[in-house]
């Protein structure tokens, strides 16, 4: 149980000395030369918006919110026979007659780019399996055999030579 | 060009038609089989999806390239390509991502069609 009350009342700093009252920072509600407001803001622009700024700044949130505005109202309007015949038609003649350089309608080559006639080297009678594993085999055997390659000496290496 | 797209549709199985088509469903260049679906040939339901498209762009995740539709029996693709827009329509059974693998098969056509629709 217990009550808690302030008070506005300033008796005991009337003689201007600090007590536990005073505050560190000053009062920031009533002090006006401390803390710029909204007046002194307005004060400080010499003139007012004019009219056109404030136009434009209008037109540039009517804008923006235009852009980003998701608006489905007009999802079903559509055209008119008549129109629709039209432009589809000049949309066709157009195709026709301008000059569109066709070079998507060009092949390109899949695989093997850098041989001229690759169907014929594809067409060739392959290889039989026995010719390839005697080639194989030849070419261990080689392999082998360049392994075993030894030198033996059996004088020496480096002679002296003389002059007589 | 309607040759090429034809080519096109034959790569992949269970296209039934490429349509591209300017921002009110009138078609620019349109292929399509025996097999494609009369109503989603229709401009009403192209101009839905180019709204769509508009509208999917506002949603704060970047303006939308690529719309995939799939329903029970069929699948609709569409590429945004401003002022035009490339709308594929195949079976739902096809494979949805050649599909989109196509965009770059037909970047060159469409960018020569822009050209074409711009002087309109």
Known sequence: MGCCFSSDDDKNSQDGEPNERTTLLGNPVSSSSSRPTSEDYRRR????????????AHNRI????????IDISHMNSQLEQQEYLDRA??????????ALAYTYLQKRPFVLVDLPAPEKGLAIIPIPWSDLKLLNNTCENVLNALQEIKVEHKEELVVQFEIH | MKKYLHEIMSQIDGIHAVLITDRDGVPVLKAATESAPELALRPGFLTTVGMATDQAGKLGMGKSQRIACIYGKYQVIHFNRFPLMVSMIASSTANTGMLLGLEAELSSLVQD????????
């Open chain 1, 45 to 56: 622009i010499s003139y007012p918006l004019s009219k056109k700024a404030e136009e434009a």
């Open chain 1, 62 to 69: 009517l804008r923006y919110v235009e852009a980003n505005l």
């Open chain 1, 89 to 98: 038609h000049e949309y066709s003649h157009k195709i026709a007659t301008t």
């Open chain 2, 113 to 120: 069609l822009k050209a074409a629709v711009d002087v309109i």
